[in-house]
């Protein structure tokens, strides 16, 4: 088995910046890519970024120039620095991975438990 457990949402005002971690163990091969998503009230699970295992990025138009996606494999983590946070970034954030948990299985994705931000105006 394979848990994510994420850490570092809460409160912050507009303009502010939030850093969210994300840690992967239990039964690990290798990693392939990690993401983010986020779900706001009432909307669909979206894409926010992810990042390869070589470190290529990509993210929604919406956060590019204030999200940072990062990760350290060594720690098998992954991290999401927000900054210039607006109100619309309020929603619960999972991350993401997709975990060979041998040699002889093939990659399969897992999620986090989420955790919640809340940007103020």
């Known amino acids: 088995q394979v848990q994510l457990v994420e850490s570092g949402g809460g409160l912050v005002q507009a303009g502010g910046s939030l850093r969210l971690s994300c840690v992967a163990s239990g039964s690990i091969f290798s990693i392939n890519d990690m993401g983010w998503f986020r779900q706001a009230p009432g909307k669909q699970r979206e894409l926010v970024t992810v990042i390869t295992s070589g470190g290529s990025t990509n993210y929604a138009d919406s956060v590019k120039g204030r999200f940072t996606i990062s990760r350290d494999n060594t720690k098998k983590t992954v991290y999401l620095q927000m900054n210039s946070l607006k109100p619309e970034d309020t929603a619960v954030y999972y991350c993401?991975?997709?975990?060979?948990?041998?040699?002889?299985?093939?990659?399969?994705?897992?999620w986090g438990q989420g955790t919640q931000v809340t940007v103020s105006s």
């Open positions: 993401n991975a997709d975990v060979r948990s041998s040699y002889y299985t093939s990659y399969r994705r897992y």
